[in-house]
């Protein structure tokens, strides 16, 4: 586990290490123009130093962690001198980028951020998906690179929270847009480039998703795809003994028996329940069959309402950034269980619901094919109930209109100040981008928006010096998902279709045919959780002048209480706090 900052002008003071659970180890270089340093997370100083290489011009490094170094390391041996010395796995990557960027770029398998840094010139790249963040800001003196937000901001000294019209459609902000003013997120796949002399940046797109095609019969296809995963999951193996989350759903499911199969299976699997959910929502009993059916041993962790209010708002610190769900708090709660028990690898099933078609969202839009049966079971049917609102909001659209503008209207949640036209355009061109397969066409949207938050939320498990490992994110996987026919995604009321002939012998029946499984949820908008939650949105509307008004129409998955309360808490951490100055290090 890493973090990367660099800073580059006038003022070359050091970009502070974010804040952090357990010891962190820095490694750095320097000149007169520019620092570069590399932070390890509850490791060891000798296995920094394979992340930072000093080269005649200045220095690369890189946080995250690369996957295929046997595949690299063939590559690089083919194209440069063979009595060249690689002293690092900076070294070696950094060659990679200089002598064949464009193979390496393409075939390179893992999260990284990285950093080339010289006199005159700043190069950034971050992976294809976006595992490892890296945010960046400067002017025309100064210019800083960093993995967290909170560290460009601290450094440029400019920490100010400004409100992006995306954040109040889509309650996230969209591609390099954050919520502190001067700060930009490196979109996914992208490669950034400033030039010192100018200042200028520039970035440009180096991969993304691209729906393919297969011709190859559905049985066939399936056979593949599990061969995949199994190499994905292998290439993420550490030797070491695996551990991982488990929520009781397909994915996770998959991934803790596969572990098994692949004769590693985990040690420990952990699962979060909450008592004010049980009528509704308790994914422990499935979880405990994927447990025993690979192996590990199930750790329940039942956190509180009490355990929400202490540990919730430095979620919020250690992300620097407002999410539009409390899933960052129980990956929080599991790291730290994990980390107490000397765990520092998870592995975990996200990635799946978007590329292979597991969203609700999904299945509402492609059941209003026929608006009149997907009605009726909405109201009739066990699976659809609980998502009736969805329907009907679906249904204030007109049936004739086009996808776009439907699942547009499925996603908004709030009102921009400028209108809702950029918004809707943006959804729009990813529709038109994604070929002509409605699952897919929502999946890309999704990864596109909504799924960037919830990649993010790998930073609290960081912050307890554990790596959240995430095979479904191989961009390999991600193709190959892309390709499949819509049939192997959603069919009649099934979803991921494909992952569920996959795992057979491999997922408990019990799971993989399950009729009534529910999305994620979380008590936020019940009893002491709400209250709590409550007193922040007042404060935060007295703060802001903006008033905080619930959507009855969602039921418990409205996140309006949430949304607010959360921002309240970052605005007094970039507010109410001087700049450079760090509370509640050790969590």
Known sequence: ????????????????????????????????????????????????????????????????????????????????????????????????????????????????????????????????????????????????????????????????????????????????????????????????????????????????????????????????????????????MDGGANSCFLSGGQDSSFVAGA?????????????????????????????????????????VLEPNASDFATHYPKTIEVLGEVKANAAHFIEYWIARAAAERGITRLFSGYGADESLGGEVRYLVGYLDRDRATAMRLAQEHPLLRDYRPLFEKIATVPQDADEALKYFTLMKRGDASGGDGPHLALVRSLFAAAGDRLVDQMGIVDTAISGQPLLDTARVDKYWGVDKICPFLDHRVITAAYALP???????????????????????????HRPTKVGFAFPHNHGPYQRFLSDLADRFAVRTGRPVRVDPSRGRYDRTLLMAASEEILRRRVEDVPVGVRTGEGG
């Not at 940046?201 to 049985?219: A, C, H, I």
């Not at 995604?489 to 012998?505: E, N, Y």
Request: with cysteine; net charge negative; glycine share 8%.
């Open 1 to 236: 586990m890493s973090y990367i900052a660099c800073a580059t002008g006038e003022d070359r003071r050091p970009v502070l290490p974010p804040t952090s659970g357990v010891p962190l180890v820095r490694t750095s270089a320097s000149a007169a123009s520019w620092t570069l340093s590399v932070d390890g997370v509850g490791g060891r100083a000798e296995d920094l130093a394979q992340h930072l290489w000093h080269h005649p011009d200045g220095a690369f490094g890189y946080a995250g962690i690369i996957y295929n170094w046997p595949e690299l390391t063939r590559r690089l041996r083919a194209v440069v001198d063979a009595r060249t010395e690689i002293t690092s796995c900076a070294h070696a990557i950094a060659l990679l980028l200089r002598h064949d960027p464009q193979w390496t770029l393409a075939n390179v398998n893992g999260k990284f951020a990285a950093v080339d840094v010289t006199a005159h010139t700043i190069t950034c790249w971050r992976d294809k998906i976006g595992e490892e963040q890296l945010y960046h800001g400067g002017g025309p003196r100064r210019f800083v690179a960093a993995s967290t937000v909170l560290s460009v901001a601290e450094s440029l000294g400019t920490a100010r929270i400004v409100v992006p019209d995306s954040f109040r459609v889509f309650e996230t902000p969209v591609g390099a847009e954050t919520m502190l003013e001067g700060v930009s997120k490196l979109p996914p796949g992208s490669v950034l480039t400033r030039d010192a002399a100018e200042g200028r940046v520039t970035t440009r797109t180096y991969w993304q998703v691209e729906p393919g095609e297969t011709t190859e019969s559905d049985e066939d296809v399936v056979a593949g795809f599990r061969d995949l995963l199994f190499d994905a999951i292998t290439l993420r």
């Open 259 to 299: 572990l098994a199969r692949l004769g590693s299976p985990p040690r420990f699997a952990f699962t979060t329940a909450f008592a004010e959910l049980d009528h509704v929502y308790n994914e422990a009993p499935y979880a405990a069959l994927a447990a025993k059916h690979s192996g590990a041993e199930h750790v």
């Open 486 to 512: 819509e049939r192997l995604k959603i069919r009649d009321l099934t979803t991921k279709v494909a992952l569920r002939l996959a795992s057979a012998g491999i997922v408990p029946d019990e799971i993989t």
